[in-house]
């Protein structure tokens, strides 16, 4: 039989598997310089981005100048753009290379603490950075567990597993198995990661406050905590331009040890606020977190969808 043509996304992943081939042996001045060339292209360009990222910005800061929060946006887009740059470094690179990128770690003994407590730990990541050194650190330390969801580019999957397995983590499934296995780690003393800051569907979340703004946000975490009485710890991977990036633990708001989802979610939001305020540019301002309070107000909310957002 004749061999069949490969199909455009076979292309497109060959593609994208090669550019990160090339960029894992790129320095992180190099990735650096590119980032900045690029982000002011994907904020002239990308209207999703820009304008999700513009209206994020006007909802957490209603009282900046426009010159001013565009000026946020342009720096945020850039740092994004070098957070996709950086994945093939992340995945693909000597090992050595990814460690000695990570120059600094702030906040080590609070994770220390969380673990001696002698249960679970849940890291509470935000889009901040590049997550995707946190988890090299922290699996390089820890038995570590987080959830993955394959990407729509079936060709990228095994590429993707790979570069977050190599040091050790576990990756389980965004269903029921997969909170299954969560719940196992913690009650084995483990520490899992979660990402606390995407949008979930209808029925996953509750509403709680957001830089003061109502923002539908998940009850994965607060479920995980009151099942395993897990201790909460915030973790980021600052990037240090040009230079590599500086680890950073933070104490979890106490609110996220409420028993009520409300104000256990309002804690989890604090979190986030708290690694935003590092460095707000380095915030990925790309994700709808405002998006299902726009949906409820215009009284159909499993259809409606924002007119930009």
């Not at 580019?153 to 296995?181: F, K």
């Not at 719940?183 to 509750?206: F, M």
């Not at 201790?231 to 680890?247: D, K, M, N, Q, S």
């Not at 979190?271 to 709808?288: G, H």
Request: with cysteine; glycine share 8%; aromatic share 8%.
């Amino acid at each position: 039989m004749p061999r069949s043509e490969p199909s455009f996304s076979s292309l497109q992943a060959r593609a994208i598997i090669l550019m990160w081939r090339i960029l894992a042996g790129r320095s992180m001045a190099t990735l650096w310089r590119m980032a900045r060339l690029g982000g002011p292209l994907v904020h002239r360009f990308s209207r999703r981005e820009r304008e999700v990222t513009d209206i994020n910005l006007a909802q957490v800061h209603p009282h900046h100048s426009r010159a001013k929060r565009r000026h946020l946006a342009r720096q945020s887009l850039t740092h994004s753009t070098a957070t996709m740059l950086e994945l093939g470094f992340a995945w693909m690179a000597d090992l050595d290379r990814v460690h000695a990128a990570i120059l600094e770690v702030h906040g080590r003994e609070l994770l220390d603490e969380a673990r001696a407590d002698g249960r679970g730990v849940i890291v509470l990541a935000p889009h901040f950075g590049n997550w995707e050194l946190l988890n090299i650190w922290l699996t390089g330390h820890f038995p570590m567990t987080v959830m993955y969801e394959p990407p729509k580019l079936v060709e990228l999957d095994p590429v993707i597993q790979y570069g977050r397995e190599r040091t050790g983590a576990s990756l389980v499934p965004t269903n029921p198995r997969g909170v299954a296995a969560l719940l196992k780690a913690l009650r084995q003393r483990e520490v899992v990661g979660i990402l606390p800051d995407q949008e979930p569907s209808w029925g996953s979340g509750v509403f709680a406050p957001f830089f003061g703004r109502p923002a539908y946000t998940g009850t994965l975490l607060p479920k995980l905590v009151a099942r395993t009485q897990a201790r909460v710890v915030t973790g980021v991977a600052r990037r240090l331009p040009g230079r590599g990036f500086a680890i950073h633990f933070l104490a979890a708001d106490e609110r996220v040890y409420a028993s009520d989802e409300a104000t256990s979610a309002t804690g989890v939001n604090a979190c986030v606020e708290a690694a935003i305020a590092l460095d707000p540019t380095q915030y990925q301002w790309e994700y709808k977190r405002y998006r299902k309070v726009i949906q409820e107000q215009e009284g159909h909310p499993q259809h409606r969808s924002f007119r930009l957002y």
